[in-house]
């Protein structure tokens, strides 16, 4: 390892003496981490018993998904030494971090190096001042991610994990380099004044920076390479510039003709490559190669978006920045995975969700054709402090200037959904909503202002939730584009009212370009359901739901374009759904696996052909034979294609051929018990097959042996356990010589949708969609199986607790939580007249939403199948589930 350390070390310093160029390099690996503050010096001895990670790291990937309300905000401490050669005595030495969340304190051998307030915007500080060369030297960092009102975000729909959660580097310049301290950006920007199809103009400008202690005479060359290395077009600046100062320059006109346009369809990329040379004796002292990529853009109100002089529609999806296991401390190789399924669903366009991220992902997004949507995170609220003003100003600022060089950046936003605490508010006075509205609009304004200023050729947007109250007060007259996040049929209203809504705006506004910034419905690839609605949270309801948004969004000529929410499920610590801690709108689940949604844009809006069978992730079925004795459950499956015709084949039988319409067919399936092979075809070599086991419930339970039937009391769907691959099936009411509850009803309230069951986290269990549904007031459950010997599984749950349940991140409505009763929820489980559970009082057995089950041992006998009766002594008895499993 030691000599492996020297090698890199050679290697490095061979490259800086050659050419006297700046070096870069990450340094991420291992760190010492401590969790919590310090107290007294932090050296290298003191840091030695401190955990050792690597870069990303955040401290939130474990305890942001935990039964734990909450999870840690405060400070963490991070520790490295770093070995300075001597050589690098005269060089400039900088530390640069990605990204830290959110406040940041830089210390060099104990010497404080800077702060930085923004968790997601880069940061340098120069170091050469403060390391001892030829040594090794001890870098530390304090980061805190605490609650700060002058720090946005506030509050969001989405985790704020602490920690060095991005790369960290080290970079060597010589004493004359382009400036590295502008904001941790390139300090070299590229601009495309004009772009036509015969002749672009590029513009180079930036700083120079002589740290030496002489004059300088020198030369800015510039050179636009093509992608095969071809010089295209050059320019060469001379300039003078004394010691110890900085000089400002810019080359114009610097032409290339026939320019090869950059778009989704084709992202052909240029590169500028800017020297400083002497011009004395032609020694390179500095080197920074830019992407280039020609085109340009309009946004207008009738025509919608414009690219390269042609109408194009921006079909996109919004991203989060965190995975499975590791939230958001990711390698770039997890970005890049990202942004390629992204592009390979058939998407041209991304809303960067809701912060600047990872420089990875604008590097990919440029290369993949990407258009891209970056903003700040001045979401829900602000506060009206001139502190949280300066601090929203310099975010913007590093971010525009961090990023502006990207040619696939079309749009820089700064809120998002910024009134909805104020718009949602049923108590608030006019006097206090024209308060907040005036200081949002101003602070708006100088963002707005700040933004065209830093990069005027970029147009400038905000995401608004569905409330007209953006417009009077004034917030959705500042950007250029409005983004409209809208979610009609699932937190309110029903599908088809997003183009009432779309069309009221573009008749009150029709300058005023727009786009649909957000839309979508969780699921959950364990839920289905025959009955898809509203808040079920199953795949079915979400194909439904981004089916109905695609058709009507592509009818409307002037929409710009839209962004679902969200590519991929993302934490969310104060959700409590059917994964709690996730926000489920992803078209790919928390760990990258494709929902059934996504291969509907991939039939819509890819090229290649495409045939999907929508149940790659409903492959156990079951279902009720639909006649007496025939063995067979029909229910329907859709499939996804952007063929003309599509058959459909059931263990080698055609089921028909069928049209497509709007990139979708429909069919009903007689499923048999056992595998059933499914195989959809265009007849022409596209096709796609799933295997799927499906198990027939008798309609007359008594016709043959129940071996295991498990039901998802209170709820309408099917539910499959991703560990022991039960599937609970829907609920029913009792029907003779079936089963079903007697009495009482499933568990639902209407709360501007109808809502099926609680939403809470369920402890000691991963089964939240069977826990969170339950039968109330339920009198007695049965089951006329065969006479025999069965283990019956109860699943219970309390409910009601003396802390809010909270449905939703934003509460719309004046619905309020189920209170405690007073009496208590006492009773009696009697299995076929006899009392197995006794006095069962879940509140104070086991506390409020907590999963418990009993197994119980019985046999029916006499033809009088299983009866579970349920003795109220006090409250409404509650049944989550109910399994029933033949034994020998």
Known sequence: ????????????????????????????????????????????????????????????????????????????????????????????????????????????????????????????????????????????????????????????????????????????????????????????????????????????????????????????????????????????????????????????????????????????????????????????????????????????????????????????????????????????????????????????????????QAQEVYRTCDELGLLVWSEIPIVNEITQTQEFTNNCLNMQREHVRQTRNHPSIILYGYMNEVLIRMLSSKDMAEAERRKIGDSTAALAKKLNDLTKKEAPAISTVMALHGDTGYNKYGIAFIPDVIGWNLYFGWYYGNLEDLTTFLNDQHQKYPSRPLIVSEFGADADIRNHTLIPRPWDYSEDYENIMHASYIKQMLALKYLSGFAAWNFADFGAENRTNTIPFINQKGLVTYDRKEKDAASLYRAYFTKQPVVYLATHNNTKRSGTENTRGSGLSIQPLSIFTNLNKIELLLNGKSLGLQEVKDHQVSFNVPFQQGINLLEATDKQGHSDKVPASFNIIPTILSDKECNDLAVNAGSFQYFLEDETHVLWVPDQPYKKGSYGYIGGSPNMKTDRQVKVGIANNILDSKSEPLFQTFDEGIQAYRFDVQDGKYTLMLCFMEPDSKMPATDVIYNFSNAKDTAVQKEGRVFNVLVNGKNVIDNLNLARDYGAHRAVTFNINTTANNHAGIEVKFDALSGKPVLCGIRIKKTN
């Open 1 to 356: 390892m030691r000599k492996l350390i020297l090698c890199i070390c050679v290697i490095l310093l061979g490259v800086l003496t050659a050419r006297s160029q700046r070096i870069i390099y990450t340094i991420n690996s291992g760190w010492k981490f401590h969790k919590g503050d310090v107290t007294g010096t932090v050296n290298a001895e003191s840091v030695q018993n401190w955990e050792v990670v690597n870069i990303p790291h955040t401290w939130n990937d474990k305890d942001a998904f935990d039964d734990q309300p909450g999870y840690y905000r405060g400070v963490g401490w991070y520790a490295k030494e770093l070995s300075v050669p001597s050589q690098w005595k005269g060089k400039n030495i900088f530390i640069q971090f990605e990204g830290v969340n959110q406040e940041t304190d830089v210390f060099i051998n104990g010497k404080y190096a800077g702060n930085h307030k923004g968790g997601y915007t880069a940061f340098n500080f120069e170091i050469s001042n403060l390391v001892n060369y030829g040594q090794k030297n001890l870098i530390t960092v304090k980061a805190d991610n605490k609650h700060d009102k002058n720090i946005p975000p506030l509050n969001a729909d989405f985790t704020f994990y602490g920690g060095i959660y991005r790369n960290v580097h080290i970079i060597i310049s010589d004493a004359i380099h382009f400036d590295i301290s502008n904001n941790a950006s390139d300090g070299v920007f590229v601009e495309t004044p004009s772009v036509s199809k015969q002749k672009a103009s590029v513009r180079i400008s930036g700083k120079l920076a002589n740290n030496s202690s002489v004059d300088k005479k020198l030369q800015i060359q510039t050179s636009i390479f093509d992608k095969d290395q071809h010089v295209v077009a050059r320019k060469i600046s001379n300039v003078i510039i004394p010691s110890n100062s900085a000089l400002d320059f810019q080359q114009d006109d610097i032409e290339v003709i026939n320019p090869k346009l950059w778009s989704p369809v084709n992202p052909y990329l240029y590169h500028a490559v800017s020297r400083v040379v002497d011009d004395n004796n032609n020694n390179v002292y500095d080197e920074i190669t830019l992407p280039v990529g020609l085109r340009w853009y309009s946004f207008t109100g009738e025509k919608g978006f414009m690219l390269n002089g042609e109408a194009f529609k921006l079909i996109g999806t919004n991203r989060h920045q965190d995975f499975s296991g590791k939230g958001n401390a990711l390698t770039d190789d997890y970005h890049s995975n990202d942004y390629t399924k992204i592009k390979e669903l058939g998407f041209n366009f991304v809303r960067l969700a809701h912060y600047p």
